[in-house]
C-alpha cells in the first residue's frame, strides 16, 4: 500500500516534468494540429486561427512540389540508411576480430558523428565544389572533365547521400559494434565446432543474432534521416531546381520564407505521419526477425 | 557681499552642471532592444555606435539578432502579437508597407521634424520620401542606400588587344561599360573559360547569384527593367496599376528570364548554387569579367583584404535593352538608345519604431543618433557594415572613401548616384506580402536555372500564384498600396 504522503510526494516529483512536457510538447503539438486544419492570419488584435476544415490537406495531396519533397527525402533515407547499415556491418565485424591498433580505428570512425551537420554541409560543400574542390582538381590532373556534383540535378541528390553516409555510418558502426560484443561467444565457438564456415557462421549465427541491435540502428538513422535539412540547407539550398529539397526543407521555407504557417505546419504533420506510419510498418515487419532461432 | 556673490556663482555651476548631466544622461536606466540579422552585415553599426550613444544618454542598447531566413516573421509576430519585443527594428524598406499598412510602427514625423541632428533634407529625396513613407507618413529612418549596379573588370575590358579581338569576332567594338544585355552576353562569352588576366588562374564570363533564397530574385528584376520599364508606364515591373493584374509573365519578363538563364553557361563554375555573398568573394577573388550587386562588391574589391582585384574594377548603371515591351500597345517598340532605368534593389535597411514600444524617445534617440551625417558617413565608408551611401553628404566627401581604400571612389559614387538619381529609376515592389510574392517568384527562378523548366511557364506559373496572393489579401487593398507604393494617385 503507498501511503498518502507517498502519492503526495509523488505528485510533487511529477508535476515539473509534467508541466514542462505539458509546455513543450503537448502544447506545441496542439498549437500544431490547430494550424494543421485552420489558417493563420496576423493582425492588430495577434495571432488569429480560423478553421478551414481540410483544406491544407487538399492543397498538400495536390500540390507537386510536395510529392517532389517527399520523394527526394525517401530516396535520401532509403539510399543513405542501407548504405550507412552496409558500411557500419563491415566496419563493426572488422574490428570485431582482434587486429593491431583496434582503439584508435574506433575512435577515428566515429569523428564524423561528432561534427555539426553544418560543418560537414560546408566540409563536403568545399570538396565537392565544380571550380575549387579536391575532386576536380583531382580529375583535372587526370585528365578528366570537372564534375558538378552539386550543380547538376542528377547528381546532387548522391552528392548529399555520400555525404549522409560519411557523416553517420559511424552510429551504425557504433550500435553494431556493441550488438556483436554482446552475442555470447559460446555460439561461436560451437558453431566452429560443428565445422561451419565464416559465411555460415555469419549467416546462421552473427546476422540473426544481431538482428535487435539491428533494427534499432535502422529505426533510429531512418527516422532521422527523414528529417534531413541541415546538410542539405549549406550544401545545394535545395538545388539545384527542387532536385535535393527535402519535405524540412519545403516545410521550412514555406513557414518562414513565404510565412504560410498553416501550410508550413501541414507539411511537418505530413512529416510526422510519414515518420511514424514508417517505423510502424518497420516495427511490424521486423518482429519477425526479432527472436531469432539458430538453426 | 562677496562670500554671497561666490555661492552665488557656485550654486549656479552645480545647477547648470545638473541641468547638463541630465540633459546628456536623460535615458538612464532605459533599455532599448535592436533587432536584426546577425553582426557583421547590418548589426555592426549598432555595435560600433552603441557605446558613445549609452555614454552619451545612460541608456543601454541591447542587440537581438536573428538570421535572414528568421528575420521577417520574428518581426512580424512580435508585432502582431503587442510584446515590443524589440524596441527598434532594422529591416528590408520592402517590409515597411506590411508593418506600416497593419498599424505595427509609429510615426516619427514629428520626431524628426523636431530633431536638430538629423540633417533630413542630406537624405536623398528618393529614400526620404519614398522608402521610408507610407501613406503620406514616415515610419522609418534609412540606414543604407541599396540599388544594384553593374562591375566589371576594367584589365580586362579596356585591353587593346581584348578589345581588337572581340571586334574581330563579334563585329562590333567593346562597348565599356557595355549598355546592353545582349552585349553583357557576348563579353562574358569572349572572356569565360581562359586566363585573361595572367594569373594563370582560368577566368569566367560573370558571376551573379542564382541560389535560391539567395537574392537571384534581384538579379532577375535587374535584368528585367531594362526590358519593361518605360519612363511614361509606372509599375510595368510587377503589376498593372490599374488591375493589379501581375505583369511578371510579360513578353519582357520572360526575355529578361531566358537572359537570365542563358548567361549561366558563362558563369564562373558553381554558379547556379551561389548566393550573393559568395558572389562577391569570387569577384574579388578575380575569377569573373563582370557581375551584378548592391554597393557591396565595389567595397570589397577595393577595401577587402583578400582582394585580388583591387584598382582594377569598374562601375556602371545597369545595362538595358533598345527592344522594350511597351504594355500600352501589347508590342515590343525599338528605342535609340538602350533603356537602362535604374533599380533600387531591396532599398536598402531602415530603422524603424514599434508602435507598443514603452521607450520611443529613446529609441528614436538612437535611431538618429545612427544616422546623423558624421555618424552615418563612418557606417558607409567602414567594412562589413553593409550600408551603402544613401545621403548627398555621403557622396559628396571623398576623403573618407579614399581613407576607407577606395582607389576611385569618384567612379563608384557615380554609378550609384546615377541610378539613384535616374528619371525611370524603379522602386522594389513596397506592397504588404511582398515577402511571399518575391518568395513565390524566387522558387520558379530556381527551376529555371536548373533546366527544370521553362522561362514561359515558370513566369506562367509565377502570375498565377502572385494572383492568388493578391485575392487572399485583398485586391482592393493591395491596388491601393501600389499605388501608393509608385506614387500615383489612389481613387
Request: aromatic letters at 14%.
Amino acid at each position: 500500500m503507498i501511503g498518502k504522503s507517498a502519492r503526495r510526494q509523488g505528485r510533487a516529483f511529477l508535476t515539473p516534468t509534467v508541466i514542462l512536457l505539458l509546455c513543450f510538447t503537448i502544447f506545441p503539438l496542439l498549437f500544431t494540429l490547430a494550424l494543421v486544419f485552420g489558417e493563420a492570419k496576423f493582425d492588430e488584435g495577434g495571432l488569429r486561427i480560423g478553421l478551414v476544415g481540410l483544406r491544407n490537406w487538399t492543397r498538400l495531396v495536390h500540390d507537386a512540389r510536395f510529392w517532389n519533397a517527399f520523394s527526394v527525402t525517401i530516396r535520401i533515407v532509403v539510399a543513405a540508411v542501407t548504405l550507412e547499415y552496409l558500411l557500419g556491418l563491415g566496419l563493426a565485424l572488422l574490428l570485431d576480430r582482434k587486429i593491431r591498433g583496434r582503439g584508435i580505428f574506433r575512435i577515428l570512425f566515429l569523428i564524423p558523428m561528432m561534427l555539426t551537420p553544418i560543418a560537414v554541409g560546408y566540409m563536403w560543400r568545399m570538396i565537392f565544389d565544380v571550380g575549387r574542390g579536391p575532386i576536380t582538381g583531382i580529375l583535372q590532373r587526370l585528365g578528366l572533365p570537372a564534375v558538378g556534383w552539386l550543380t547538376e540535378t542528377r547528381l546532387a541528390i548522391y552528392s548529399i547521400i555520400i555525404t549522409d553516409v560519411w557523416q553517420w555510418t559511424p552510429f551504425m558502426f557504433l550500435i553494431l559494434f556493441a550488438g556483436l560484443q554482446a552475442i555470447p561467444r559460446d555460439y561461436v565457438e560451437a558453431a566452429k565446432v560443428d565445422g561451419a564456415s565464416a559465411w555460415q557462421l555469419f549467416r546462421r549465427v552473427t546476422f540473426p543474432l544481431l538482428a535487435p541491435a539491428s533494427i534499432a540502428a535502422v529505426l533510429l538513422r531512418g527516422m532521422e534521416g527523414f528529417k534531413i535539412v541541415d546538410t542539405i540547407y549549406i550544401m545545394t539550398g535545395g538545388g539545384p531546381g527542387r532536385s535535393t529539397e527535402s519535405l524540412t526543407l519545403f516545410g521550412y521555407s514555406i513557414g518562414f520564407r513565404a510565412f504560410d504557417l498553416a501550410y508550413g505546419a501541414t507539411i511537418a504533420f505530413s512529416l510526422f505521419l510519414a515518420v511514424m506510419v514508417g517505423a510502424i510498418v518497420f516495427v511490424t515487419l521486423s518482429r519477425r526477425f526479432r527472436y531469432v532461432r539458430l538453426e | 557681499m562677496r562670500r554671497i556673490a561666490a555661492f552665488g556663482v557656485l550654486a549656479l555651476l552645480v545647477v547648470g552642471c545638473a541641468v547638463a548631466l541630465a540633459q546628456t544622461r536623460r535615458f538612464e536606466g532605459v533599455t532599448i532592444t535592436v533587432f536584426t540579422q546577425p553582426p557583421p552585415y547590418i548589426a555592426k553599426p549598432v555595435l560600433m555606435f552603441a557605446p558613445d550613444w549609452e555614454r552619451l544618454t545612460g541608456a543601454k542598447v541591447k542587440l537581438i539578432t536573428a538570421p535572414w531566413g528568421e528575420l521577417y516573421p520574428k518581426m512580424y509576430s512580435s508585432f502582431a502579437l503587442g510584446q515590443a519585443l524589440f524596441d527598434i527594428v532594422i529591416a528590408p524598406a520592402a517590409w515597411l508597407p506590411d508593418f506600416a499598412e497593419a498599424g505595427f510602427l509609429a510615426p516619427l514625423d514629428e520626431l524628426i521634424g523636431a530633431d536638430p541632428y538629423i540633417a533630413w533634407g542630406d537624405i536623398l529625396p528618393v529614400y526620404r520620401d519614398r522608402i521610408v513613407s507610407w501613406a503620406g507618413k514616415i515610419y522609418a529612418v534609412p540606414m543604407d542606400g541599396d540599388c544594384h549596379i553593374f562591375y566589371y573588370r576594367k584589365d580586362a575590358l579596356e585591353n587593346p588587344e581584348y578589345q581588337a579581338r572581340f571586334k574581330a569576332k563579334y563585329g562590333y567594338d567593346l562597348p565599356v561599360p557595355p549598355r546592353t544585355w545582349k552585349q553583357v552576353r557576348d563579353i562574358a562569352e569572349f572572356f569565360h573559360g581562359w586566363d585573361w588576366d595572367g594569373d594563370g588562374i582560368i577566368n569566367y564570363g560573370v558571376v551573379e547569384p542564382r541560389r535560391y533564397a539567395g537574392q537571384a530574385d534581384w538579379c532577375f528584376f535587374s535584368r528585367a527593367v531594362g526590358y519593361v520599364a518605360l519612363p511614361d508606364q509606372p509599375g510595368g515591373l510587377f503589376f498593372d496599376p490599374e488591375t493589379m493584374v501581375p505583369r511578371i509573365n510579360s513578353p519582357g519578363h520572360v526575355k529578361a528570364l531566358e537572359d537570365y538563364v542563358d548567361i549561366i553557361k558563362f558563369g564562373v563554375p558553381g554558379m547556379l548554387l551561389m548566393d550573393s555573398g559568395e558572389v562577391r568573394s569570387v569577384f574579388a577573388s578575380g575569377l569573373a569579367a563582370m557581375a551584378i550587386d548592391w554597393g557591396d562588391i565595389g567595397v570589397i574589391s577595393d577595401v577587402g583584404e583578400e582582394s585580388r582585384v583591387r584598382g582594377k574594377v569598374g562601375y556602371a548603371v545597369l545595362p538595358g535593352s533598345t527592344e522594350v515591351w511597351d504594355f500600352a500597345q501589347g508590342k515590343w517598340v525599338t528605342l535609340a538608345e538602350p533603356n537602362q532605368a535604374g533599380y533600387l534593389a531591396f532599398g536598402g535597411w531602415v530603422a524603424a519604431i514599434d508602435r507598443n514600444s514603452r521607450n520611443i524617445a529613446a529609441a528614436y534617440d538612437f535611431i538618429s543618433y545612427l544616422s546623423r551625417p558624421e555618424n552615418s558617413y563612418i557606417s558607409v565608408t567602414t567594412s562589413e557594415t553593409g550600408f551603402n551611401p544613401y545621403r548627398a553628404s555621403h557622396f559628396e566627401k571623398l576623403a573618407g572613401w579614399i581613407g576607407f581604400g577606395f582607389v576611385n571612389p569618384a567612379a563608384y559614387l557615380g554609378a550609384i548616384r546615377d541610378t539613384i538619381d535616374h528619371p525611370n529609376v524603379q522602386v522594389d515592389l513596397r506592397i504588404p506580402g511582398a515577402a511571399r510574392y518575391f518568395e513565390a517568384l524566387d522558387a520558379q527562378l530556381a527551376l529555371v536555372a536548373a533546366g527544370q523548366k521553362t522561362a514561359k511557364a515558370a513566369l506562367d506559373e509565377v502570375a498565377k500564384i502572385w494572383e492568388q496572393i493578391t485575392d487572399e489579401l485583398g485586391r482592393d487593398k493591395q491596388l491601393k498600396a501600389y499605388r501608393l507604393s509608385l506614387g500615383l494617385p489612389v481613387p
